[in-house]
């Protein structure tokens, strides 16, 4: 008969891991080995992706914020071979697409994967059908479309197509491309000394101000303190892209219905109204708070 993994033996070793540990120091803390705490991390990523995707609909958002942040899965790009740069998608350079909105701070739509076109459309699909677009002809009854939210970007040139194929002109569009001195140094501060704000898409005059990607960013340095795969100069890395995805899941499920950050006295899931209640970690597992 096989050995199943208690139930707060399983929640333990993944709450050690959104608090930021590593697998193998996973395995020595909790005296297991790594393919079992593989196995709970692919179950929890399979859990926790079921879970957002179907708690987060019909979604009121006001102003969400992308941006891309780098890792590797197996090794670095510039150690791929030719043939593998021409038919893996999987190992090398990939990057977690996020969309976080400004105020509530939750993540509705995140993708994993290589900086392309391609991504940049489905992360856009994606958050399109997290929230209710207006009917098609509504606008022939009030004489103008109206703007459901507002999306700001960084200056990627795939963002305004994606932005244009999912929403249409039922959104409010801008890129903010921010200027640094210094920025080729390694290991040294960047300074940021000017930005150039474009309003693409229903943003004009005094509203560029409006366009921001300073939270979003601001996440990434969560998401790389929480996250050993994120983690610069360090030994933390995936094998295998499947891998990865179940701990962005897992991760942002945690940041989503748990984590109250800063002087947030309430999760982001509760301030978009997604759940009434404060989960704790064994809720998300479970899956049945309100």
Not at 102 to 109: A, E, K
């Amino acid at each position: 008969m096989a050995n199943r993994m208690s139930t707060e033996k399983r929640n333990t070793i993944l709450r050690l891991m959104v608090e930021g540990n590593s697998i193998r120091s996973i395995t020595r803390l909790m005296g297991t080995n790594i393919p079992s705490v593989i196995r709970q991390l692919t179950w929890a990523g399979d859990h926790c992706a079921a879970l957002m995707n179907e708690r987060f609909r019909h979604l009121t958002l006001t102003h969400v914020e992308c941006d891309e942040i780098w890792t590797f899965v197996q090794k670095k790009q510039s150690r791929l071979t030719m043939e593998e740069r021409e038919t893996r998608g999987d190992i090398g350079d990939i990057y977690l697409w996020t969309a976080l909105d400004q105020g509530n701070r939750l993540i509705p739509s995140f993708v994993v994967g290589k900086r392309s076109a391609d991504n940049a459309r489905r992360l856009m699909m994606d958050l399109r059908s997290r929230i209710t677009i207006p009917r098609p002809h509504e606008a022939d009854v009030t004489g103008e479309y109206r703007k459901v939210l507002q999306i700001s970007s960084d200056g990627f040139a795939a963002y305004p197509e994606a932005v244009d194929l999912a929403f249409g002109p039922y959104v409010k569009f801008g890129t903010i491309i921010k200027d640094y001195r210094n920025a080729n140094m390694p290991y040294t501060p960047s300074e940021m000394v000017g930005t150039q704000r474009r309003g693409i898409k229903g943003i004009h005059g005094s509203e560029e101000r409006t366009i921001c990607t300073s939270h979003v960013e601001r996440n990434n340095l969560t998401i790389r303190t929480f996250m050993k795969r994120f983690t610069r100069l360090a030994l933390g890395f995936s094998k295998k892209l499947e891998n990865l995805e179940s701990a962005v899941s897992l991760h942002m499920a945690y940041d989503n219905f748990c984590w109250r950050s800063g002087e947030m006295r309430v999760t982001p899931a509760m301030a978009a109204k997604v759940t009434k209640t404060l989960w704790s970690f064994d809720d998300l597992m479970m899956g049945t708070a309100a």
